[in-house]
């Protein structure tokens, strides 16, 4: 790769891709130009970074590549927006293969266009592993964005997409085991319901939030946006039968993985009590008056999902 050089790499990792129709000017500039047609443009940014988001000897580069980009694009359809252009910040070793690049550069490609999305740009530079930082860009078309900020009590909480399956995936990694291989490639490759966000929006989600931390993690930062409570039914969370077959495995309760896993992106909303909820959401709660996140009418107080810089 370093007999290519900087601009030859980029040249190679660009090369006869198509934009959409958004795209005004693609790479190759000092800055691309992506359309804006509702004039404001959501915007969000992540950061991957080997040996803490991802492993090499565990997903393949195309693998990481559509990971980085996916867990950017669920951030912007949690806010009822659908994606338009994303900017990529590549930082890897000098020595790394350029088979390993492209591969890499593919799943983002990949990803991005399976929502409509054009790669316009972005840098690479060295660094000591391989880091991935992924911007998206996204369009209202019109709507006002949903925050997490507006549940008021009376209102439904509802789950699109799945939960625990990635936190499953991350144990059965961790283990050396590699089956079920559905529940392996929840970890390699997330699944967000990119659609689910837009529609939620349409039909007046109240609040809603990109799932990454853990189910009560994440409705916990919703719940303190909106100033309610929300409390979690968990009889309404089922296990299906590849995490059945995974805590079998590992001697462990899925109910764990359901509750507190992150990296699935799901979405979790909140809808007027009359909303009729659209196929693909599920009711899995309810917003009261109070704060915090309580589990089947109890306040939790225990372990909610992951951060970064908890204390062990």
Known sequence: MTSLGEFGLIARLIRGRIQPASTLLGPGDDAAVVAAPDSRVVVSTDMLVEGVHFRLDWSSPEQVGRKA????????????????????????????????????????????????????????????????????????????????????????????????????GLDLLAKGLGTPPEVVGAQQVPCPPYLAGPAAALVGATAMIDISDGLLADVGHLARSS?????????????PAPLREAAVALGLDPMRWLLTGGEDHALAATFPADTALLTGWTRI????????????GQVHDGAAGWDHFASA
Do not use: F, H, K
């Open 69 to 168: 980009a996916a867990v950017n694009i669920a951030d912007v359809v949690a806010m009822g927006a659908m994606p338009t252009a994303l900017l990529i910040g590549l930082g890897c070793p000098p020595d790394t293969s350029l088979a390993t690049v492209e591969e890499l550069t593919e799943g983002l490609w990949a990803e991005a266009g399976s929502v409509g999305a054009g790669v316009v740009g972005g840098d690479v530079v060295s660094a000591p592993q391989i880091v991935v930082s992924v911007t998206v860009l996204a369009d209202l078309g019109g709507r006002a964005p949903v925050t997490r900020a507006g549940a008021r009590p009376g209102d439904v909480l509802a789950l699109a997409g799945r939960v625990g399956w990635a936190a499953a």
């Open 227 to 239: 100033g309610v409570a929300v409390d979690v039914r968990s009889a309404a969370l089922v296990v």
């Open 285 to 296: 709660g309810v917003v009261r008056e109070g704060t915090g996140v309580y589990l089947d």
